[in-house]
């Protein structure tokens, strides 16, 4: 073969290759214009201002903060976000906006917190249920207050009171609010979604079952129901322990590992 075939494949090759790692760049740490749960006001709770990622360690699957880099959430008051974690966390998915040092808000400070998050949403349809504080964040309870369904989940940073969309089901099996309808991508679904096929009762089986395999001693709690899956407490002892969902649709039981040790929650 002549040299300057040679040379030419070699040319072809090498730009074929640097498009790939570009892309994979782009996709690893890129910059987005992801927003949760619709249009956020104020710089106190994130506003997302165009290339803002609302969730640190997200990046790596909305084009945000990117993977193993830094997360551009607003913190609560003056403080900026923490790092996102970066590496895959539970059940292969990222993991949540953790910071390394600071005072802890309390809890009373996260209900404040998730409520004006919640009130500056364009659907006013949502109101904040619950939030409860565990070692490593405060979650947070969104429902409908037109029927009573769990709309979304939220987390709060303990240190930064940055505030996010909860992964696992949230995301994944959400069909009304999640990555898989318009919910999550800037405004919010309009259509209720099919009805799943597993009933309350069956996901309890379910979950029950998956605890006595992996969580010897934890039994079921309440169960809220939300759009493509279920949200169930569990407990040890009588005493709340954690929590896991259900999906709707195949019985897949997702365990919520990311949260530690449950501290308190507060009913609204």
């Known amino acids: 073969m002549k040299t300057w075939k040679i040379i030419t494949l070699v040319g072809v090759a090498l730009v074929a290759i640097a498009l790939v790692t570009a892309s994979a760049v782009a996709f690893m740490g890129g910059r987005g214009i992801y927003t949760p749960y619709g249009t956020q006001t104020g710089t106190q709770y994130g506003t997302n201002s165009g290339a803002i990622n609302a969730y640190g360690g997200f990046g790596g699957m909305m084009g945000g903060g990117g993977m193993m880099g830094r997360g551009y959430t607003s913190g609560y008051g003056a403080t900026t976000g923490g790092y996102g974690m970066g590496c895959r966390g539970s059940n292969g998915y990222v993991g949540t906006p953790t910071a390394t040092d600071g005072t802890q808000l309390t809890i009373n400070t ?129 005493n709340t322990y954690g929590m896991l969902s259900v999906n709707g649709y195949t019985g897949q039981v997702w365990y919520h590992t990311w949260h530690g040790a449950f501290i308190q929650a507060v009913e609204l």
């Open 110 to 238: 996260a209900v404040s917190i998730a409520q004006q998050y919640v009130g500056s949403l364009t659907n006013k349809d949502l109101t904040v249920d619950e939030v409860e504080e565990y070692t490593q964040n405060f979650y947070v309870l969104v429902k409908e207050s037109s029927t009573g369904r769990g709309a979304f989940e939220l987390l709060i940073n303990k240190y930064t009171g940055a505030i996010s969309p909860e992964m696992g089901p949230n995301m994944m099996w959400n069909t009304k609010y999640g990555m898989m309808s318009s919910g999550m991508m800037g405004g919010f679904a309009t259509t209720a979604a099919t009805p799943m096929t597993v009933t309350v009762d069956q996901a309890k089986v379910d979950a029950q079952q998956f605890l006595n395999t992996n969580y010897p001693g934890t039994t079921v709690g309440n169960v809220d129901t939300f759009y493509g899956y279920y949200h169930i407490d569990v407990l040890q002892t009588g």
